[in-house]
């Protein structure tokens, strides 16, 4: 697996008495990286543009903005 498909929060499969926890890949840890990221991102994101600018054309670039930070957590982790 490509290190920067390594998986977050995969599950494998399991039984007990009561359950069959079926396996679960899970997200990747560049996804789930970008997503911590954007969450810091996000308050001040849209404070910061003016009223007449339209949030959909923001996101992408935040978006953008959550992956690169991401790969380069990737990176970190790698050092």
Do not use: V
């Not at 670039?61 to 992956?67: I, L, T, V």
């Not at 930070?69 to 970190?76: F, H, P, R, T």
């Amino acid at each position: 697996m490509k290190k920067n498909l390594e998986a977050a929060f995969a599950r494998p499969h399991s039984e007990d008495k009561d359950f069959i926890h079926f396996a679960q890949s899970g997200m990747t840890l560049r996804d789930y990286f970008a997503a911590q990221a954007l969450q810091g991102f996000l308050p001040d994101a849209f404070q910061e543009a003016p009223d007449n600018y339209p949030a959909k054309r923001l996101a992408p670039f935040w978006a953008g903005m959550a992956y690169q930070l991401a790969d380069e957590m990737l990176k970190a982790r790698e050092a």
